[in-house]
C-alpha cells in the first residue's frame, strides 16, 4: 500500500515537473505573426518585410507578415490581434490609423486602443509630403489655398481611408485655412496613389517611402513637408511650419504592440529583438533607401506618445465635427 501511495506520489511530482517545463520553454519556440493592418504594396507593408525578415534571425524563429487590410485606419487587423491570446505569437506593426486617429474618428471601432494592447516600441519614422498632381496650377501651399479658394469644392483631396492620419490632416487643413476641399477616402495607400496620378484627386499626404518616386517622376509636385526638417532627398521642399502652416506636423511613423496581458518578459525580448533587428547595416540601408529613419524607444515611450497622439486627433476630430455615419 505504501509503496503504491509513494509512486503515486512521484508520478504525480513528475507530471507537474513536465507541465512547469512546458511553460518554462524558451519564448519564442514556434513562428510570430506579425500583423500588417493594411492591404499588400503600402509602405507599412514594405517596411514591415524588411524588418520581419531580419527579426526572424535575430529571435531565431519565422517572422510572418500576414495582411489583414480593412476597416477604420487598419481596424479589422489591430482587432485581431486585441482579441488574440496574450502569448507573443501575435503582434501588431502599424501607423497611427488603427491606434490613434481610427479610434478618435470611431468612438466604436471594437477594441480600445489603450487597453487592448501593450505597447513594444516605436520602429520607423519618416516625413509625410504634402503634394499635389503635376496639372493643378500650384506650387505652394499658398497657392494650393488660393487656388482651392477660388475654385471651392473642386479641389480634392485623397487618403488611404476614413479615420487615417492623412484624413484627419486634410480636416486640419481645412480648420486652418477655411478652404472647401473635398476628402476621398481609398482602401490603403497603392489605390489612393493610383488615382492622384491620374488626377482623380488633386492633393495627398502620405510617406516619403511611397510617394517619392511619384514626385521624381513628375506625375505629382511636392509643396511641403509636414515635419520640422527638411528632407536629404528633397532640399528644395521646404517644412510645413516655413510654408507658413506650422500645425501641419505629421510624420509617419510605425510601432509595434501586443495584446495586453502580455507577460513584461515578452514584451522586454521584442523590444531587444525589434533594437537588434534595426541595427543591422544591411536592414538600415534598406530602410534608408525608402526614406525611413529607425526611432527605437522603450515601451514607455511609445506609451506616451500613442497618448499624446491619440490627444491631439480626438481634438481634431471634435474641432472639425466629423460624424460617422
Known amino acids: 500500500m505504501m509503496g503504491a501511495l509513494l509512486t503515486a506520489l512521484l508520478g504525480a511530482s513528475l507530471m507537474l515537473g513536465s507541465t512547469d517545463l512546458a511553460y518554462a520553454q524558451p519564448y519564442p519556440d514556434r513562428p510570430i505573426r506579425m500583423i500588417v493592418p493594411f492591404p499588400a504594396g503600402g509602405p507599412t507593408d514594405g ?3 524588411i524588418i520581419s525578415d531580419r527579426l526572424s534571425v535575430v ?15 487598419g481596424s479589422i487587423g489591430a482587432k485581431a490581434v486585441a482579441t488574440a491570446d496574450p502569448d507573443g505569437y501575435t503582434i501588431l506593426i502599424t501607423p497611427g490609423g488603427s491606434l490613434t486617429s481610427g479610434p478618435a ?19 520607423i519614422e519618416t516625413p509625410q509630403i504634402l503634394a499635389v498632381h503635376h496639372d493643378l496650377p500650384v506650387n505652394t501651399v499658398a497657392d494650393l489655398v488660393r487656388y482651392a479658394k477660388a475654385n471651392p469644392g473642386k479641389v480634392s483631396w485623397g487618403s488611404q481611408g476614413f479615420g487615417t492620419a492623412p484624413h ?3 480636416e486640419l487643413f481645412k480648420l486652418e485655412t477655411g478652404v472647401n476641399i473635398v476628402h476621398v477616402p481609398y482602401r490603403g495607400t497603392a489605390p489612393m496613389l493610383a488615382a492622384a496620378v491620374a488626377g482623380e484627386v488633386q492633393v495627398v499626404i502620405d510617406p516619403m517611402t511611397s510617394v517619392l518616386p511619384h514626385i521624381q517622376s513628375g506625375a505629382l509636385r511636392a509643396l511641403a513637408i509636414a515635419g520640422a526638417e527638411r528632407s536629404p532627398k528633397l532640399p528644395d521642399v521646404p517644412t510645413a511650419p516655413q510654408a507658413g502652416f ?7 511613423w510605425l510601432g509595434v504592440v501586443a495584446p495586453a496581458g502580455t507577460a513584461p518578459a515578452i514584451i522586454d525580448k521584442l523590444n531587444a529583438a525589434f533594437r537588434d533587428s534595426l541595427a543591422h547595416a544591411e ?24 497618448a499624446d497622439e491619440l490627444a491631439k486627433w480626438t481634438a481634431v476630430v471634435k474641432a472639425a465635427n466629423i460624424k460617422v455615419d
Open 47 to 49: 517596411m514591415a518585410r
Open 59 to 73: 529571435l531565431g524563429q519565422t517572422v510572418v507578415v500576414e495582411n489583414r487590410g480593412g476597416g477604420a485606419g
Open 105 to 123: 474618428v470611431h468612438a466604436n471601432i471594437g477594441y480600445d486602443p489603450v487597453k487592448a494592447f501593450v505597447p513594444v516600441c516605436e520602429v
Open 168 to 170: 484627419l490632416l486634410a
Open 246 to 252: 506650422p500645425n501641419l506636423l505629421s510624420p509617419f
Open 283 to 306: 536592414t538600415r540601408a534598406l530602410l534608408d533607401k525608402l526614406g525611413a529613419e529607425i526611432k527605437i524607444g522603450t515601451p514607455a515611450e511609445f506609451k506616451k506618445m500613442l
